[in-house]
Protein backbone atom coordinates (compact mmCIF):
# COMPACT_ATOMS: atom_id res chain seq x y z
CA UNK A 1 0.00 0.00 0.00
CA UNK A 2 1.76 3.64 -0.71
CA UNK A 3 2.42 5.66 2.13
CA UNK A 4 0.73 8.26 3.56
CA UNK A 5 2.28 11.65 2.88
CA UNK A 6 2.53 14.29 5.72
CA UNK A 7 2.89 17.87 5.52
CA UNK A 8 4.54 19.11 8.80
CA UNK A 9 5.32 23.00 9.74
CA UNK A 10 8.13 23.03 12.11
CA UNK A 11 7.74 26.63 12.85
CA UNK A 12 10.15 29.56 12.04
CA UNK A 13 13.24 27.82 13.33
CA UNK A 14 13.53 27.46 16.97
CA UNK A 15 13.21 24.00 18.35
CA UNK A 16 10.92 25.20 20.79
CA UNK A 17 8.53 26.23 18.17
CA UNK A 18 7.56 22.91 16.70
CA UNK A 19 4.77 21.59 17.86
CA UNK A 20 3.65 18.58 19.88
CA UNK A 21 1.77 17.12 16.64
CA UNK A 22 5.04 17.38 14.59
CA UNK A 23 7.38 15.87 17.58
CA UNK A 24 4.71 12.91 18.02
CA UNK A 25 5.08 12.59 13.38
CA UNK A 26 9.17 12.87 13.28
CA UNK A 27 8.95 10.69 16.51
CA UNK A 28 8.04 7.55 14.30
CA UNK A 29 7.97 8.65 10.61
CA UNK A 30 9.95 5.90 8.45
CA UNK A 31 11.12 8.70 5.85
CA UNK A 32 11.94 12.58 6.61
CA UNK A 33 12.09 14.98 3.74
CA UNK A 34 13.95 18.28 4.56
CA UNK A 35 13.74 20.92 1.13
CA UNK A 36 16.98 23.14 1.03
CA UNK A 37 18.40 25.81 -1.30
CA UNK A 38 21.93 24.36 -2.20
CA UNK A 39 23.52 21.35 -1.79
CA UNK A 40 25.81 22.60 0.06
CA UNK A 41 24.13 24.16 3.07
CA UNK A 42 22.31 22.21 5.39
CA UNK A 43 18.69 22.33 5.67
CA UNK A 44 17.03 24.88 8.02
CA UNK A 45 14.04 23.18 8.72
CA UNK A 46 16.11 20.10 9.68
CA UNK A 47 17.85 21.58 11.96
CA UNK A 48 14.64 23.16 13.70
CA UNK A 49 14.14 19.33 14.67
CA UNK A 50 17.23 17.72 15.15
CA UNK A 51 16.72 17.41 18.91
CA UNK A 52 13.72 15.61 18.74
CA UNK A 53 15.09 12.94 15.65
CA UNK A 54 18.00 12.79 18.18
CA UNK A 55 15.88 11.21 21.01
CA UNK A 56 14.93 8.12 18.49
CA UNK A 57 16.10 5.38 18.91
CA UNK A 58 15.42 3.78 15.56
CA UNK A 59 17.06 6.82 12.95
CA UNK A 60 14.74 7.91 9.77
CA UNK A 61 15.26 7.94 6.52
CA UNK A 62 16.59 11.13 5.63
CA UNK A 63 16.61 12.86 2.20
CA UNK A 64 17.33 16.68 1.85
CA UNK A 65 15.94 17.95 -0.90
CA UNK A 66 17.17 21.01 -3.10
CA UNK A 67 15.02 23.63 -4.22
CA UNK A 68 17.13 26.30 -5.78
CA UNK A 69 15.89 29.88 -4.58
CA UNK A 70 15.18 31.19 -8.70
CA UNK A 71 12.40 32.63 -10.45
CA UNK A 72 13.06 30.68 -13.63
CA UNK A 73 9.57 28.94 -13.80
CA UNK A 74 11.06 25.87 -16.18
CA UNK A 75 13.76 25.11 -13.86
CA UNK A 76 11.76 25.81 -10.90
CA UNK A 77 8.81 22.25 -12.48
CA UNK A 78 12.18 20.75 -13.29
CA UNK A 79 13.01 20.61 -9.49
CA UNK A 80 9.70 20.05 -7.85
CA UNK A 81 9.42 16.89 -10.30
CA UNK A 82 12.86 15.42 -9.41
CA UNK A 83 12.32 15.82 -5.96
CA UNK A 84 8.25 14.68 -6.11
CA UNK A 85 9.34 11.18 -7.57
CA UNK A 86 12.30 11.15 -5.02
CA UNK A 87 9.36 11.11 -2.44
CA UNK A 88 7.12 8.79 -4.54
CA UNK A 89 9.84 6.25 -4.83
CA UNK A 90 9.53 5.93 -0.83
CA UNK A 91 5.59 6.36 -0.93
CA UNK A 92 5.44 3.07 -3.76
CA UNK A 93 7.53 1.20 -1.22
CA UNK A 94 4.80 1.83 1.37
CA UNK A 95 6.90 4.26 3.50
CA UNK A 96 5.04 7.02 5.19
CA UNK A 97 7.38 10.36 4.45
CA UNK A 98 6.98 13.57 7.07
CA UNK A 99 7.87 16.62 4.58
CA UNK A 100 9.17 19.41 7.31
CA UNK A 101 8.67 23.09 5.95
CA UNK A 102 10.05 26.10 7.85
CA UNK A 103 6.62 27.95 9.03
CA UNK A 104 3.57 26.49 8.00
CA UNK A 105 3.45 23.69 4.99
CA UNK A 106 0.63 25.68 3.33
CA UNK A 107 1.70 29.17 3.51
CA UNK A 108 4.50 30.51 1.33
CA UNK A 109 6.13 26.78 0.87
CA UNK A 110 7.68 24.46 -1.24
CA UNK A 111 5.70 22.07 0.12
CA UNK A 112 2.59 23.01 -2.17
CA UNK A 113 4.25 22.31 -5.27
CA UNK A 114 5.67 19.14 -4.29
CA UNK A 115 2.18 17.96 -3.25
CA UNK A 116 0.70 19.32 -6.39
CA UNK A 117 2.47 16.85 -8.46
CA UNK A 118 2.21 14.10 -6.01
CA UNK A 119 -1.39 14.20 -5.96
CA UNK A 120 -1.74 14.62 -9.47
CA UNK A 121 -0.34 10.76 -10.13
CA UNK A 122 -1.61 9.69 -7.35
CA UNK A 123 -5.19 10.89 -6.55
CA UNK A 124 -5.69 7.98 -4.23
CA UNK A 125 -2.96 9.28 -1.81
CA UNK A 126 -3.74 9.98 1.99
CA UNK A 127 -2.14 13.28 2.70
CA UNK A 128 -1.78 15.49 5.73
CA UNK A 129 -1.15 18.61 6.93
CA UNK A 130 0.58 19.33 10.33
CA UNK A 131 0.36 23.31 10.80
CA UNK A 132 3.02 25.48 12.28
CA UNK A 133 4.07 29.05 13.62
CA UNK A 134 4.76 31.32 10.74
CA UNK A 135 7.59 33.86 10.77
CA UNK A 136 5.28 36.45 11.01
CA UNK A 137 3.79 35.52 14.21
CA UNK A 138 7.35 34.82 16.00
CA UNK A 139 8.63 38.45 14.73
CA UNK A 140 5.55 40.11 16.20
CA UNK A 141 6.68 38.21 19.60
CA UNK A 142 10.05 39.03 19.19
CA UNK A 143 9.12 42.61 19.62
CA UNK A 144 6.00 42.54 21.51
CA UNK A 145 4.08 44.39 18.76
CA UNK A 146 0.75 43.80 18.41
CA UNK A 147 -0.45 42.73 14.50
CA UNK A 148 -4.07 43.08 14.81
CA UNK A 149 -6.72 43.79 16.96
CA UNK A 150 -10.45 44.46 16.96
CA UNK A 151 -11.52 45.23 13.43
CA UNK A 152 -7.66 45.60 12.02
CA UNK A 153 -7.72 44.39 8.25
CA UNK A 154 -4.32 42.89 7.17
CA UNK A 155 -1.90 42.00 4.17
CA UNK A 156 0.58 39.94 3.71
CA UNK A 157 2.65 40.59 0.64
CA UNK A 158 5.73 39.10 -0.72
CA UNK A 159 8.96 41.61 -1.72
CA UNK A 160 8.46 42.69 -5.17
CA UNK A 161 4.50 43.45 -5.40
CA UNK A 162 4.52 46.96 -7.73
CA UNK A 163 4.47 49.81 -5.87
CA UNK A 164 0.80 51.20 -7.23
CA UNK A 165 -0.67 47.72 -5.83
CA UNK A 166 1.24 48.27 -2.48
CA UNK A 167 -0.67 51.45 -2.71
CA UNK A 168 -4.13 50.27 -2.79
CA UNK A 169 -4.05 47.97 -0.44
CA UNK A 170 -2.04 49.78 2.02
CA UNK A 171 -5.40 52.43 1.83
CA UNK A 172 -7.31 49.89 2.63
CA UNK A 173 -5.55 47.78 5.72
CA UNK A 174 -4.38 48.13 9.49
CA UNK A 175 -1.20 46.55 9.34
CA UNK A 176 0.82 45.84 6.48
CA UNK A 177 3.65 42.51 6.68
CA UNK A 178 6.56 41.83 4.07
CA UNK A 179 7.38 37.91 4.60
CA UNK A 180 10.35 37.90 1.98
CA UNK A 181 12.18 41.09 2.99
CA UNK A 182 11.92 44.85 0.61
CA UNK A 183 14.05 45.09 -2.28
CA UNK A 184 13.56 49.22 -2.74
CA UNK A 185 12.60 50.41 0.78
CA UNK A 186 12.38 53.66 -0.20
CA UNK A 187 10.15 53.12 -2.97
CA UNK A 188 7.92 51.29 -0.58
CA UNK A 189 8.08 54.10 1.97
CA UNK A 190 6.70 56.38 -0.81
CA UNK A 191 3.85 53.44 -1.61
CA UNK A 192 2.80 53.09 2.21
CA UNK A 193 2.90 56.97 2.78
CA UNK A 194 0.43 57.85 -0.27
CA UNK A 195 -1.64 54.87 0.96
CA UNK A 196 -2.35 56.44 4.03
CA UNK A 197 0.05 55.12 6.83
CA UNK A 198 2.55 58.01 8.01
CA UNK A 199 6.29 58.50 8.22
CA UNK A 200 6.03 57.78 12.35
CA UNK A 201 4.48 54.30 11.58
CA UNK A 202 5.61 51.68 13.49
CA UNK A 203 7.32 48.95 12.59
CA UNK A 204 9.73 45.94 13.37
CA UNK A 205 12.18 44.05 11.09
CA UNK A 206 13.15 40.76 11.85
CA UNK A 207 16.10 39.09 9.75
CA UNK A 208 16.71 35.63 10.05
CA UNK A 209 19.91 33.75 9.76
CA UNK A 210 20.13 29.69 9.36
CA UNK A 211 16.62 29.48 11.62
CA UNK A 212 18.44 31.82 14.19
CA UNK A 213 17.57 35.61 14.98
CA UNK A 214 20.06 37.72 13.72
CA UNK A 215 18.55 40.92 14.33
CA UNK A 216 16.07 42.49 15.38
CA UNK A 217 14.95 46.38 14.65
CA UNK A 218 12.05 48.77 16.13
CA UNK A 219 11.80 51.93 14.89
CA UNK A 220 9.64 54.00 12.78
CA UNK A 221 8.21 54.17 8.92
CA UNK A 222 10.90 56.70 8.10
CA UNK A 223 13.64 55.34 9.39
CA UNK A 224 12.90 52.30 6.79
CA UNK A 225 14.53 53.98 3.91
CA UNK A 226 18.03 53.59 5.44
CA UNK A 227 17.66 50.05 6.70
CA UNK A 228 19.01 46.96 5.05
CA UNK A 229 15.46 44.68 4.22
CA UNK A 230 16.27 43.09 1.19
CA UNK A 231 17.26 39.58 2.61
CA UNK A 232 14.30 36.93 1.98
CA UNK A 233 14.65 35.55 5.26
CA UNK A 234 13.22 38.92 6.53
CA UNK A 235 9.98 39.56 8.15
CA UNK A 236 9.15 43.41 8.37
CA UNK A 237 5.63 44.24 9.82
CA UNK A 238 4.27 48.01 9.29
CA UNK A 239 1.06 49.50 11.75
CA UNK A 240 -0.94 52.30 10.48
CA UNK A 241 -1.53 53.94 13.29
CA UNK A 242 0.41 53.34 17.15
CA UNK A 243 -1.22 51.45 19.77
CA UNK A 244 -1.79 52.71 22.77
CA UNK A 245 0.82 49.42 23.87
CA UNK A 246 4.19 50.55 21.99
CA UNK B 1 10.60 41.67 42.67
CA UNK B 2 7.76 41.75 40.30
CA UNK B 3 7.15 38.81 38.38
CA UNK B 4 7.57 38.22 34.28
CA UNK B 5 4.16 38.19 32.28
CA UNK B 6 4.06 35.82 29.39
CA UNK B 7 1.81 35.70 26.46
CA UNK B 8 1.99 32.30 25.60
CA UNK B 9 -0.24 30.91 22.38
CA UNK B 10 -1.74 28.08 22.91
CA UNK B 11 -2.86 27.44 19.01
CA UNK B 12 -6.57 26.68 17.80
CA UNK B 13 -7.65 24.65 20.51
CA UNK B 14 -6.02 20.99 19.83
CA UNK B 15 -3.18 20.19 22.22
CA UNK B 16 -1.35 18.66 19.40
CA UNK B 17 -0.55 22.11 18.18
CA UNK B 18 0.46 23.65 21.05
CA UNK B 19 4.03 24.44 20.97
CA UNK B 20 7.48 22.85 22.98
CA UNK B 21 8.08 26.07 24.59
CA UNK B 22 4.39 27.06 25.55
CA UNK B 23 4.59 23.59 27.18
CA UNK B 24 7.64 24.44 29.10
CA UNK B 25 6.30 27.61 30.69
CA UNK B 26 2.91 26.16 31.27
CA UNK B 27 5.25 23.32 33.08
CA UNK B 28 6.64 25.66 35.53
CA UNK B 29 4.87 29.08 35.73
CA UNK B 30 3.43 29.66 39.23
CA UNK B 31 -0.26 31.62 37.57
CA UNK B 32 -2.13 30.88 34.66
CA UNK B 33 -4.46 33.47 33.14
CA UNK B 34 -6.70 32.06 31.05
CA UNK B 35 -9.46 33.94 29.07
CA UNK B 36 -13.11 33.09 28.39
CA UNK B 37 -16.41 35.11 27.13
CA UNK B 38 -18.44 33.81 29.91
CA UNK B 39 -18.88 33.02 33.68
CA UNK B 40 -20.20 29.65 33.25
CA UNK B 41 -18.68 28.16 29.92
CA UNK B 42 -15.09 26.53 30.35
CA UNK B 43 -11.89 28.11 28.84
CA UNK B 44 -11.18 27.00 25.77
CA UNK B 45 -7.63 28.10 25.97
CA UNK B 46 -7.48 26.16 28.85
CA UNK B 47 -9.19 23.40 27.82
CA UNK B 48 -6.28 22.55 24.77
CA UNK B 49 -3.43 22.71 27.13
CA UNK B 50 -5.50 20.74 30.08
CA UNK B 51 -3.25 17.50 29.15
CA UNK B 52 0.02 19.36 29.89
CA UNK B 53 -1.33 20.84 33.33
CA UNK B 54 -1.99 17.39 34.53
CA UNK B 55 1.53 16.11 33.76
CA UNK B 56 2.86 18.46 36.31
CA UNK B 57 3.07 17.73 40.57
CA UNK B 58 2.80 21.16 41.66
CA UNK B 59 -0.45 22.20 40.97
CA UNK B 60 0.18 25.78 39.12
CA UNK B 61 -2.71 28.89 40.86
CA UNK B 62 -5.48 29.11 37.85
CA UNK B 63 -6.89 32.70 36.96
CA UNK B 64 -10.13 32.19 34.77
CA UNK B 65 -10.89 36.14 33.80
CA UNK B 66 -13.71 36.81 31.73
CA UNK B 67 -13.34 38.72 28.67
CA UNK B 68 -17.35 39.94 27.28
CA UNK B 69 -17.72 39.33 23.37
CA UNK B 70 -19.05 42.60 23.43
CA UNK B 71 -18.65 45.66 21.30
CA UNK B 72 -19.45 48.42 24.07
CA UNK B 73 -15.94 50.15 24.31
CA UNK B 74 -16.42 51.29 28.08
CA UNK B 75 -17.55 48.22 28.78
CA UNK B 76 -14.67 46.02 27.42
CA UNK B 77 -12.23 48.81 28.81
CA UNK B 78 -13.88 48.21 32.51
CA UNK B 79 -13.19 44.32 31.99
CA UNK B 80 -9.51 44.68 30.71
CA UNK B 81 -8.74 46.80 33.63
CA UNK B 82 -10.32 44.55 36.03
CA UNK B 83 -8.78 41.20 34.21
CA UNK B 84 -5.11 43.60 34.59
CA UNK B 85 -5.37 44.47 38.11
CA UNK B 86 -5.89 40.46 39.00
CA UNK B 87 -2.62 39.59 36.95
CA UNK B 88 -1.11 42.54 38.62
CA UNK B 89 -1.49 41.86 42.00
CA UNK B 90 -0.04 38.22 41.10
CA UNK B 91 3.28 40.10 39.86
CA UNK B 92 3.16 42.10 42.39
CA UNK B 93 3.52 39.24 45.06
CA UNK B 94 6.86 37.74 42.32
CA UNK B 95 4.52 35.54 40.54
CA UNK B 96 5.91 34.78 36.90
CA UNK B 97 1.94 34.88 35.41
CA UNK B 98 1.53 32.89 31.87
CA UNK B 99 -1.34 34.40 30.06
CA UNK B 100 -2.75 31.92 27.40
CA UNK B 101 -4.03 32.63 24.58
CA UNK B 102 -5.93 30.83 21.62
CA UNK B 103 -4.16 31.04 18.33
CA UNK B 104 -1.18 33.89 19.14
CA UNK B 105 -1.39 36.71 21.66
CA UNK B 106 -0.51 39.04 19.10
CA UNK B 107 -3.16 38.03 16.45
CA UNK B 108 -6.66 39.28 17.32
CA UNK B 109 -6.38 38.41 20.96
CA UNK B 110 -7.10 39.73 24.26
CA UNK B 111 -3.85 39.46 25.86
CA UNK B 112 -3.06 42.64 23.64
CA UNK B 113 -5.55 44.55 26.23
CA UNK B 114 -4.39 43.60 29.17
CA UNK B 115 -0.92 43.92 28.76
CA UNK B 116 -1.30 47.37 27.22
CA UNK B 117 -2.61 48.39 30.54
CA UNK B 118 -0.49 46.26 32.48
CA UNK B 119 2.89 47.86 30.97
CA UNK B 120 1.55 51.02 31.45
CA UNK B 121 1.13 50.63 35.26
CA UNK B 122 4.89 48.72 34.94
CA UNK B 123 7.13 50.42 32.32
CA UNK B 124 9.81 47.96 34.15
CA UNK B 125 7.68 44.52 33.53
CA UNK B 126 9.68 42.10 32.31
CA UNK B 127 7.35 40.39 29.15
CA UNK B 128 7.86 37.68 27.23
CA UNK B 129 5.72 36.19 23.85
CA UNK B 130 5.39 32.55 23.10
CA UNK B 131 3.70 32.64 19.24
CA UNK B 132 1.26 30.00 18.63
CA UNK B 133 -0.65 28.50 15.40
CA UNK B 134 -3.19 30.58 14.62
CA UNK B 135 -5.98 29.78 13.41
CA UNK B 136 -5.44 30.52 9.28
CA UNK B 137 -2.85 28.11 8.96
CA UNK B 138 -5.19 25.11 11.15
CA UNK B 139 -7.85 25.79 9.05
CA UNK B 140 -5.57 25.46 5.49
CA UNK B 141 -4.29 22.50 7.21
CA UNK B 142 -7.85 20.76 7.53
CA UNK B 143 -8.70 21.45 3.88
CA UNK B 144 -5.41 21.11 2.69
CA UNK B 145 -5.72 24.50 0.82
CA UNK B 146 -2.44 26.29 0.25
CA UNK B 147 -3.06 29.77 1.49
CA UNK B 148 -0.32 31.56 -0.20
CA UNK B 149 2.74 30.72 -3.02
CA UNK B 150 4.89 32.72 -5.07
CA UNK B 151 3.97 36.36 -5.38
CA UNK B 152 0.75 36.19 -4.17
CA UNK B 153 -0.94 39.07 -1.62
CA UNK B 154 -3.02 38.08 1.08
CA UNK B 155 -5.41 39.90 3.16
CA UNK B 156 -6.43 38.83 6.38
CA UNK B 157 -10.21 40.78 7.21
CA UNK B 158 -12.30 40.74 10.42
CA UNK B 159 -16.25 40.67 9.36
CA UNK B 160 -17.67 43.84 9.62
CA UNK B 161 -15.31 45.13 7.27
CA UNK B 162 -17.19 48.07 4.85
CA UNK B 163 -18.03 46.21 1.21
CA UNK B 164 -16.42 49.09 -0.22
CA UNK B 165 -13.03 48.63 1.87
CA UNK B 166 -13.61 44.48 1.06
CA UNK B 167 -14.23 45.25 -3.05
CA UNK B 168 -10.87 47.33 -2.83
CA UNK B 169 -8.90 44.88 -0.95
CA UNK B 170 -10.05 41.84 -3.14
CA UNK B 171 -8.76 43.74 -6.43
CA UNK B 172 -5.61 43.51 -5.15
CA UNK B 173 -5.04 40.11 -3.19
CA UNK B 174 -5.27 36.73 -4.54
CA UNK B 175 -6.70 35.27 -1.57
CA UNK B 176 -8.70 36.66 1.25
CA UNK B 177 -9.25 34.95 4.91
CA UNK B 178 -12.54 36.35 6.82
CA UNK B 179 -11.40 35.54 10.95
CA UNK B 180 -14.58 35.85 12.56
CA UNK B 181 -16.49 34.40 10.05
CA UNK B 182 -18.98 36.38 7.47
CA UNK B 183 -22.17 38.06 9.13
CA UNK B 184 -23.88 39.01 5.68
CA UNK B 185 -22.22 36.21 2.70
CA UNK B 186 -24.62 37.34 -0.06
CA UNK B 187 -23.25 40.61 0.25
CA UNK B 188 -19.59 39.85 0.71
CA UNK B 189 -19.77 37.00 -2.22
CA UNK B 190 -20.70 40.51 -4.18
CA UNK B 191 -17.72 42.82 -3.30
CA UNK B 192 -15.39 39.88 -3.97
CA UNK B 193 -16.96 39.43 -7.22
CA UNK B 194 -16.75 42.92 -8.11
CA UNK B 195 -12.89 42.98 -7.19
CA UNK B 196 -12.16 40.02 -9.56
CA UNK B 197 -12.83 37.01 -7.32
CA UNK B 198 -15.01 34.68 -9.80
CA UNK B 199 -18.09 32.46 -8.84
CA UNK B 200 -15.50 29.45 -9.31
CA UNK B 201 -13.36 30.91 -6.74
CA UNK B 202 -12.22 28.21 -3.94
CA UNK B 203 -12.86 28.49 -0.58
CA UNK B 204 -12.67 26.87 2.48
CA UNK B 205 -14.63 27.58 5.97
CA UNK B 206 -14.20 26.19 8.78
CA UNK B 207 -15.88 26.39 12.55
CA UNK B 208 -14.74 25.71 15.67
CA UNK B 209 -16.89 25.04 18.92
CA UNK B 210 -14.84 24.79 22.05
CA UNK B 211 -11.84 24.13 20.53
CA UNK B 212 -13.04 21.26 18.63
CA UNK B 213 -13.23 21.35 14.93
CA UNK B 214 -16.95 21.48 14.35
CA UNK B 215 -17.78 21.43 10.61
CA UNK B 216 -15.08 21.67 7.55
CA UNK B 217 -16.76 22.46 4.40
CA UNK B 218 -14.58 23.32 1.17
CA UNK B 219 -16.16 24.46 -2.07
CA UNK B 220 -16.89 27.51 -4.45
CA UNK B 221 -17.60 31.30 -3.96
CA UNK B 222 -20.95 31.05 -5.31
CA UNK B 223 -21.73 28.71 -2.83
CA UNK B 224 -21.45 30.46 0.37
CA UNK B 225 -24.67 32.70 0.10
CA UNK B 226 -26.05 29.41 1.03
CA UNK B 227 -23.89 28.90 3.92
CA UNK B 228 -24.18 30.47 7.40
CA UNK B 229 -20.62 31.30 8.43
CA UNK B 230 -21.72 34.13 10.51
CA UNK B 231 -20.53 32.13 13.58
CA UNK B 232 -17.68 34.49 15.31
CA UNK B 233 -15.33 31.12 15.52
CA UNK B 234 -15.46 30.50 11.89
CA UNK B 235 -12.07 31.24 9.45
CA UNK B 236 -12.91 31.29 5.19
CA UNK B 237 -10.55 31.46 3.24
CA UNK B 238 -11.05 32.21 -0.55
CA UNK B 239 -8.91 32.43 -3.35
CA UNK B 240 -8.94 34.23 -6.74
CA UNK B 241 -7.45 31.49 -8.77
CA UNK B 242 -7.97 27.89 -8.54
CA UNK B 243 -4.13 26.41 -7.80
CA UNK B 244 -3.51 23.18 -9.84
CA UNK B 245 -3.71 21.28 -6.78
CA UNK B 246 -7.09 22.14 -5.65
Known amino acids: MLGKLVGVGVGPGDPGLVTVKACEVLRVVGVICAPKARHERPSIALNAVKPFLEMRRNHPKILELVFPMIKDRRELEKAWKI ?20 GDPLFYS ?43 AVA ?28 NPAEMVE ?7 TRDSPLV ?15 I ?26
Open 205 to 219: FVKKCGGEVEEIKTG
Open 110 to 152: TFIYVYRVIAKAYPELRVEVVPGVTSITACAAASKMPIAEADD
Open 156 to 183: VVPADLSPARIYEIAKNVDTIIFVKGID
Open 191 to 197: SLLKGGF
Open 83 to 102: NAEAIMTELKAGQDVAFITL
Open 221 to 246: LKELQSWRVEDYFSTIIVKKRTGDAE
